[in-house]
């Protein structure tokens, strides 16, 4: 007996050789240390060569002057700015490419995702034809083909395709007409702001009254109206008191060799918007068919049975069921987005990526431009995660 | 009894054209609508385009440059090389039809039917002649591996395993008498095939270490791992090119000099190697807890519990997700065009920009960027019908 009892008991002396804690920590170290020692290595011989060829590794040329010009950006820029707003322009840029991306691919994603549901026999392979037609060619082939083949193909300025007043495209891109701050636009900011108090104010009341009356607690559609009609007559007001409208809409003309005036999208940029949604929208179709295919048959058939029209079966009891399920792949795609808009150079739009090698051209700091540009992209990744995050938590709360 | 149950059992079919038509295209306003602007925009988009494509479209610059498109700068005294290369893999593709039989051998069928089609083309003769080649070496590979499909198992796999290096060898050359061919040379689509393949095969052991070590119990490797992976998924590919064509001449010794094709192998390696640790690890999460368990009760350790007992499961769970993978990987080779190598993308690229078809009326940047599509929507709609094949036949995802 005490010989098992003996055998039982833990032995105080595992070599230590043999103890998993010990092992685990020797191998952790053993790691760190070769990879450490990988580190030292690769960054001696990168110093030596920088060393070697004079090139300082410090970012003290981030505010000298850029000397090149960018061919569109969002804020004042100039070849006489600095490299430091050169990056800036460029990440605003992939900024707007990528939000405007995002909701257009999101938007058209849907419609294509649906209409591979479709009970119409031609509207399913039609939307089957372009998934598989979008999905499996590269993006960079799609891009260069809508630039090269379609957009710079347009008629020229003179003959752009147009109907005067309202939108004009051409071989230089599209100009849309578009509402800009009239004169008496400042009179009547203040409105827009008071619109939103009023909104907050509906809301909250309307909340109030619908947990009186025990209905569910939709309080939006009223807070909406109240913030339209605010708007609605205050803008009349301003226009009465002032006789002229603080929004006017401004119209494309020809002027010169351009149109000017509304809103304009160069070719460039039309051809990544174009080339980014439509392949984009080719995976968020197929996002969105899985997710609807993933909401059991029997909520269809409830619904059918409650008598929901086929429109409403869709709005009110499939897409929210399965949009828990459509959020997370959904999320990568905007990921791709954002990260695909860097093939923007290959139409010669200066987002991030073409700034960028712009920088490294003109500057010659290899190793310095590329650690800025991929802390962008890092940040931009993290920051569409984050969002997605917090809206799939969202949405799961409400899972009973 | 038995008779009633027999009458029971399926309603009268409904096969007449008319019900399929009322239930398929007019069941409903709506249907009725989408319908009717269907049957008209369809016909007159594809006549459109059928229209252009024989009576307007020049197709010269393709078929004159075929050969660039498909291989490059390749010399054309070589070229055989690659040839013999596509008859090996033939070869191989005909025995393990034989052997293996079921999915296999219809790809292979696939193959030879390709060949075929492409011998009709007025190629030169010796083109035409490899390709013939080529399915006849199916041909004999499937009628050797039916009847000893026992014996030639292993001897089979052990080939597929060394013909990557077979090809490495057989396409640079510099060896066993073979005159070397620089990797400036190689262009078109065989780069293309040699970037995506090359990348998938040498990403994939990085890929399952960094999965396993993103698992590991062991923090330092755990977050080392996690950061490698979440850090490359977080910047876009071009970006990664970008830095390995500029920097890794950097951090290497001055003395060692690396050609643009390695710069380029290492990036889509590193790049690949992260995106394919997230989709082992996602096999790795459906291997339930009690095959770790039932493996420490018999007593293995975690060695053999990781490589005998879990990857297996977690690989086959995952086998699709790789294909999607690597069809991802082959499309994105198009972005090599970027950092300077001719691959098919950029020898398009190249053909566009030629001066004997400044004079076409329209230019030819259509045709030729249409064909290049082609090929590529071609590799990788296979590709992913393939995919699909492979999931009903392992029943992922239904177990």
């Avoid at chain 2, 270490?209 to 071009?238: D, F, M």
Wanted: net charge positive; charged share 10%; hydrophobic share 55%.
């Amino acid at each position: 007996m005490a010989q098992l009892d003996n055998k039982l008991q833990p032995s105080k002396a595992i070599p230590f050789y043999r103890n998993v804690k010990v092992l685990a920590l020797v191998a952790q170290i053993a790691f760190l240390l070769i990879l450490g020692l990988l580190f030292w290595w690769l960054i001696g011989n990168m110093l030596s060569s920088l060393r070697r060829s004079n090139i300082p590794l410090s970012f003290d040329f981030l505010p000298q002057t850029a000397g090149f010009e960018i061919a569109e950006s969002s804020i004042r820029y100039s070849a006489t700015d600095s490299y430091g707003r050169a990056f800036l322009v460029g990440i605003l840029n992939t900024l707007r490419i990528a939000v405007l991306g995002i909701i257009l691919s999101t938007i058209f994603g849907i419609i294509i995702g649906i209409g591979r549901l479709s009970s119409n026999w031609l509207l399913r392979n039609l939307a089957g034809a372009y998934v598989e037609l979008f999905r499996n060619t590269p993006l960079a082939v799609q891009l260069i083909f809508w630039f090269v083949a379609v957009i710079l193909k347009l008629p020229r300025v003179r003959d752009a395709i147009a109907i005067d007043g309202i939108f004009a495209l051409s071989n230089r891109g599209l100009t849309l007409a578009w509402p800009v701050a009239g004169e008496s636009y400042a009179a009547w900011s203040i409105w827009f702001w008071v619109g939103l108090v009023v909104g907050v104010i509906a809301y909250v009341l309307r909340r109030q009254q619908l947990q009186r009356l025990d209905r569910p607690l939709v309080a939006w559609p009223v807070a909406w109206l109240a913030v339209l009609a605010t708007w609605l007559v205050s803008w009349l007001g301003v226009w009465l008191f002032t006789g002229s409208s603080p929004l006017v809409i401004d119209q494309p003309h020809l002027s010169g060799f351009n149109y000017i005036g509304g809103v304009s999208i160069t070719a460039a940029f039309f051809a990544l918007l174009l080339g980014l949604t439509c392949y984009t929208a080719a995976f968020i179709a197929e996002i969105v068919r899985a997710g609807i295919l993933a909401v059991s048959k029997g909520q269809r058939e409830a619904a059918q049975a409650l008598g929901f029209t086929p429109f409403q079966t869709m709005r009110l009891i499939i897409f929210p069921q399965a949009l828990r399920v459509i959020i997370p792949p959904l999320t990568n795609q905007y990921l791709n987005l954002t990260k695909n808009s860097s093939l923007g150079i290959l139409v010669s739009f200066p987002d991030l990526f073409f700034v960028t090698t712009t920088i490294n051209n003109q500057s010659g700091r290899a190793v310095q431009v590329i650690l800025i540009m991929m802390a962008c992209y890092l940040a931009m990744s993290l920051l569409i995660s984050l969002f997605a995050n917090i809206y799939n938590s969202r949405m799961r709360l409400k899972e009973r | 009894m038995s008779t009633t149950a027999q009458e029971l059992e399926r309603p009268q079919q409904q096969s007449d054209v008319g019900a399929w038509l009322r239930q398929n295209l007019f069941n409903g306003v709506l249907n009725t609508l989408i319908t009717i602007v269907l049957v008209i925009f369809i016909p007159i988009v594809l006549f459109l385009i059928v229209r252009w494509a024989i009576f307007e479209a020049t197709w010269q610059p393709v078929a004159t440059n075929f050969r660039l498109l498909m291989t490059g700068r390749y010399p054309i005294e070589h070229v055989w090389r690659i040839q013999a290369c596509m008859a090996i893999i033939y070869l191989l593709f005909g025995l393990s039809a034989g052997i293996w039989q079921g999915m296999v051998r219809t790809i292979g069928i696939g193959l030879v039917g390709f060949a075929i089609f492409f011998a009709l083309f007025p190629f030169s003769v010796s083109a035409r002649l490899w390709l013939v080649g080529s399915v006849v070496a199916a041909l004999v590979g499937y009628f050797v591996g039916r009847p000893f499909s026992s014996k030639l198992r292993i001897p089979v796999i052990v080939l597929w395993l060394i013909s990557p290096f077979i090809f490495w060898l057989l396409i640079r050359g510099g060896m066993l008498g073979l005159p070397l061919v620089t990797t400036n040379l190689w262009g078109g689509l065989l780069l293309t095939i040699i970037l995506a393949v090359v990348g998938i095969i040498a990403s994939f052991p990085i890929g399952v270490l960094l999965a396993l070590g993103r698992q590991s119990k062991l923090p330092i490797i755990k977050w080392c791992c996690t950061l490698y992976i979440e850090l490359v998924r977080g910047v876009p590919l071009i970006s990664v090119l970008f830095m390995a064509v500029l920097m890794l001449p950097l951090f290497l010794p001055s003395n060692i000099r690396i050609d643009n094709l390695v710069r380029v192998l290492v990036a889509i390696t590193g790049f690949s190697a992260a995106y394919l640790a997230e989709n082992v690890r996602g096999g790795l999460q459906s291997v339930p807890r009690g095959q770790y368990e039932a493996a420490s009760a018999l007593g293995l350790n975690v060695f053999q519990t990781t490589f005998l007992i879990v990857l297996p499961q977690a690989l086959r769970a995952v086998i699709p997700a790789l294909v999607g993978q690597f069809i991802s990987l082959f499309k994105d080779t198009s972005l090599v065009s970027i950092v300077g190598l001719a691959e098919l993308l950029g020898i398009a690229g190249i053909v566009i920009n030629q001066p004997e078809w400044l004079q076409v009326t329209g230019g030819v940047e259509r045709e030729v960027l249409l064909f290049a599509a082609l090929v590529y929507w071609f590799f990788c709609y296979t590709l992913s019908k393939i995919s699909r094949r492979i999931e009903a036949h392992l029943g992922v995802g239904t177990r």
